[in-house]
């Protein structure tokens, strides 16, 4: 007797056209996009799927959460300075305090749990899938991200004239870490300024991020390193504590901008 289901090669390929493919149609449009499914970019969907938002998360690498699997220097433990933890310790991840307010823990443990939270809450996202250009609307206000395959960057320059599509949202996050993506994007057409990302300095580092977490353009909000290449500010090094909380408050303005309100955290 047979184990498993009996299904077709081809009947498996169409479950994964279909559901795919619904799935994306379904996400064309949404209240918002978040570039870049690191952990701030990670924080921010969940919180606002959790509040009922449709939220499409658009990452362009194969894997999701960034440099959060891997913690510091390729050793797996990250470390959280209070009050970051408590983001995690409400998903359940186990906290370890290894000096006053410093915490430590299992880096897999904790990204693994934010991916599946997210997805939970209802957020949907697309890897493999890169930032290509802005949608801009009128006043400039950012209505939208350009996207495309990331292997299409990897053709040859003769083969490479694939042409994207665009998805819409009322609000976009860049989520994009170091570089600041989208920011970019909008740097080129004269729209926004980057200062580009100071050195490190752990303890002004994360509480001036969150602090600048904010609507930087109309339709734009920015947050995680992304905030700091933006406005100039010191790098933390592999601390995560701000990337969590400037997630959450990037959810929490992008919440306002969409007429929902965030849950107390």
Not at 153 to 176: G, S
Request: with cysteine; charged share 20%; net charge negative.
């Amino acid at each position: 007797m047979a184990l498993f289901a009996k299904v077709s090669e081809s009947q498996i390929t169409r479950a994964i056209v279909d559901r795919f493919s619904k799935d994306f149609l379904e996400y064309v449009e949404s209240d918002v996009i978040v570039v870049g499914a690191g952990p701030s970019g990670l924080v921010c969907a969940k919180t606002v799927a959790e509040q009922g938002g449709k939220v499409a998360v658009f990452e362009s690498n194969n894997y999701l959460g960034g440099g959060f699997w891997i913690g510091g220097y390729l050793m797996n433990t990250a470390t959280i300075r209070a009050p970051g933890q408590e983001i995690l310790e409400e998903m359940g991840v186990p906290c370890e305090e290894v000096l006053p307010g410093l915490y430590a823990t299992y880096a897999p443990h904790a990204c693994s749990t934010l991916i599946a939270s997210a997805c939970a809450a209802g957020a949907r996202v697309f890897n493999m899938t890169s930032f290509d250009d802005v949608v801009l609307r009128e006043g400039d206000r950012v209505g939208g991200v350009v996207i495309n395959w990331t292997p299409v960057r990897t053709l040859p320059r003769q083969l490479t004239c694939v042409d994207p599509v665009a998805v819409e949202a009322k609000v976009v996050v860049d989520a994009t870490g170091h570089d600041a993506k989208v920011c970019e994007s909008l740097r080129e057409r004269g729209l926004l300024e980057i200062k580009g990302m100071s050195g490190m300095w752990v303890n002004e580092s994360e509480d001036a991020i969150v602090e600048h977490t904010k609507e930087v353009h109309p339709g734009l909000i920015v947050c995680g390193m992304a905030v700091s290449a933006l406005f100039g500010l010191p790098r933390m090094g592999p601390t995560f504590g701000g990337m969590l909380v400037s997630g959450r408050v990037a959810a929490e303005k992008a919440l306002e901008k969409i007429g929902k309100v965030a849950r107390p955290a």
